[in-house]
């Protein structure tokens, strides 16, 4: 028999330990990290008090491309599961670099007395590498700046984090033509330009372009120094002084020495200009092979010019609706819309004014051109 007294102890022991198992009656928590000794040695992504502390955790994980993380949540202010709901709608449909880079948003909660524990898991589109290659392009001059860099150096991508763009998509378009066409010294071998926005519309999205070309870096390469050469060699036996005289010595020499190839324009008709620009198309195919499509001798006269010291600049656009390159040229100070093979108005083939220009059909994309 167990003394009356030791039974006692014995009973209290037991209460005091939370031994106690009338069922129904007594209530089993396990508290997580309700003490100072479980919580130690924890480690959360952040902390999050409101809406905008959710926003730039999220947001954070997104620019490291960072799958999975756990916020605490503590003295909330406003609800946080419409909270939840607002930030999945935002990141995935309205933010630049969410609509880029994420798929999908998993919110999971559990309650730990004072606090509540937020884990994060994002699903990925995109590769860590592509996300930490989006460049801040605060400007569209920096954008063309950017594009004309990528375009140069005969790239496959770029990715562009813009503000204050109002482009449409064929404007986007234009756009990194105007830069391709910008710098005819390396305008070789195109085939072709794929742009996507993030978000499709909105001053803030990023822009991805992708190209592709007729030919590897170094044949490129090659057909440019070609080029330019050639041009220099045209030139060289040029004796004249005056802008006229510039101007009629150009034209003369494509008339008379480049093969008009009439068979590329079909292609320029049904593609809408967005054939890939092969040799016919280019500087190179005009001076080195000598004969070019109505593109190629615009791009050749460009070369012609620069070696005659004259200032210019080509143009894309459309004559009667059909797309077309020509030049701006410096003459006297002025500016004159230029066309080697046209039939302008002003003592050589082409050279026009702006308002004589807009009358003989030469149209730009003035979102794009600003040649006012």
Not at 98 to 104: T, W
Not at 185 to 204: C, D, F, R, T, W
């Amino acid at each position: 028999m167990i003394p009356r007294k030791t039974a006692l102890c014995a009973m209290v022991l037991l209460l005091l330990s939370g031994g106690c198992q009338n069922s129904g009656e007594y209530y089993s928590e396990t508290p997580h990290a309700s003490s100072e000794e479980q919580t130690a040695g924890r480690e959360f992504g952040s902390t999050a008090s409101n809406y905008y502390d959710l926003q730039s955790a999220v947001l954070s994980m997104i620019s490291a491309g960072r799958q999975v993380d756990t916020i605490r949540v503590q003295d909330y202010d406003g609800s946080l599961e419409e909270d939840l709901d607002r930030i999945t709608r935002e990141i995935t449909t309205e933010n630049p670099m969410g609509c880029f880079a994420v798929e999908s948003l998993q919110f999971d909660q559990s309650q730990v007395l004072s606090y509540r524990e937020l884990g994060i898991t994002i699903q990925f589109k995109r590769q860590p590498q592509e996300i930490a290659a989006v460049r801040e392009t605060p400007t569209r001059e920096e954008l063309e700046h950017r594009l004309t860099d990528l375009l140069s150096g005969y790239g496959t991508q770029g990715l562009y984090s813009v503000t204050n763009l109002e482009d449409s998509p064929d404007d986007l378009y234009d756009r990194v033509m105007k830069c391709w066409y910008s710098m005819a010294e390396h305008a070789y071998g195109l085939a072709s330009v794929n742009i996507s926005s993030y978000p499709a519309q909105g001053e803030k999205r990023i822009v991805e372009v992708n190209l592709t070309w007729t030919e590897n870096r170094d044949v490129l390469e090659a057909q440019s120094q070609v080029a330019q050469e050639k041009a220099q060699q045209i030139c060289q036996g040029f004796q004249g002084s005056t802008t006229y005289e510039k101007l009629k010595f150009v034209e003369d020499y494509l008339h008379q020495q480049v093969q008009y190839d009439d068979q590329a324009m079909k292609a320029v008709i049904e593609t809408g200009g967005r054939q890939p620009r092969t040799n016919t198309y280019t500087a190179y195919g005009a001076l080195a092979e000598e004969r070019a499509a109505q593109s190629g001798l615009a791009h050749a006269a460009k070369l012609l010019l620069d070696q005659l010291d004259m200032t210019s600049a080509l143009i894309a656009g459309t004559n009667g609706g059909v797309s077309y390159v020509w030049l701006r040229v410096q003459a006297d100070g002025v500016w004159y819309q230029y066309d080697p093979l046209g039939s302008g108005p002003r003592g050589t083939a082409g050279l026009m004014s702006d308002e004589q220009a807009k009358q003989q059909g030469y149209e730009y994309n003035s979102n794009v051109y600003n040649l006012a």
